[in-house]
């Protein structure tokens, strides 16, 4: 599935929430001018997948460069979640947007917060389709064809989507236009610090998944040892983007 195709539902699904925001405050529709400059590209495994490095380590990177307070212990934890959030959010407005089926249920709330990396792992070689069967939301793709409760405009690009592993989509939406829609909203909200990371959690959170029992999460002891890792992580010549 190409950009072109997530966008061709993201650019409406924009649309849709500008409106509910132009309605819930009509004063503030101004769309935030300010651009968004992502993190730095820090991949967390090498070029052979073998070795991953920390995402705890790199993120406590990221907070001391940009100067972000890192005081609650959970707060990479409460980053994966939101990312979690907003990208089962982003699926279930596709489905809505597509299909002709009132009141789709949303996958069950422990599934969504649930971050545990061997939980996660075995969902993302699953397409969406296999998901919403396994949690009885949705009937098989054939069913709902045969049912014709697809819109007629919407056909191909939803056997697509459902056809789609949940990597893929994941790694499509962070494409989107959409994503960069959300993190406009948490800059608006939260500042840019706040959006960087979020970003950076975003763009690494497959790896995370599929890599991150690889190797031990550092335990720093100090503030001083957490910022002695760029030798490890060999950011001397990383530019931002």
């Known amino acids: 599935m190409s950009k072109s195709i997530i966008n061709s539902f ?3 699904l924009i649309e849709k929430e500008n409106n509910k925001a132009i309605k819930t405050n009509p004063q503030n529709n101004e769309e935030n001018s300010l651009n968004f400059q992502s993190a730095d590209i820090l991949d967390l495994i090498d070029e052979n997948k073998e070795k991953i490095i920390s995402l705890y380590s790199k993120y406590k990177y990221l907070c001391h460069k940009y100067g ?3 005081n609650r212990k959970n707060r990479i934890d409460i980053l994966l979640k939101k990312v979690k ?23 069950p709330q422990n599934f969504i917060i649930n971050i545990r990396i061997e939980f ?27 049912n014709n409760n ?16 949940l990597k893929e989509i994941i790694n499509i939406y962070l494409v989107s236009d959409l994503f960069v829609l959300h993190k406009k909203r948490i800059e608006k909200k939260s500042g840019i610090n706040e959006t960087i990371l979020f970003d950076f959690v975003a763009n690494n959170i497959v790896d995370y998944f599929l890599y991150g029992n690889k190797s031990t999460m550092e335990k720093i002891k100090t503030e001083k040892d957490s910022f002695i890792i760029n030798d490890e992580l060999n950011l001397e010549d990383k530019n931002t983007i």
């Open 10 to 12: 993201s650019n409406e």
């Open 85 to 107: 959030i907003k990208i089962f959010k982003s699926i279930h407005e596709v489905l809505k947007y597509c299909l002709n089926i009132n009141n789709i249920k949303r996958l």
């Open 68 to 70: 972000v307070e890192n």
């Open 150 to 165: 697809i819109l007629k405009d919407k056909k191909e690009i939803f056997i697509i989507f459902m056809k789609s592993k």
């Open 120 to 146: 996660n792992r075995q969902y993302l070689e699953k397409t969406i389709e296999e998901i919403y069967l396994k949690f009885s939301i949705l009937p098989s793709l054939e069913n709902i064809i045969n």
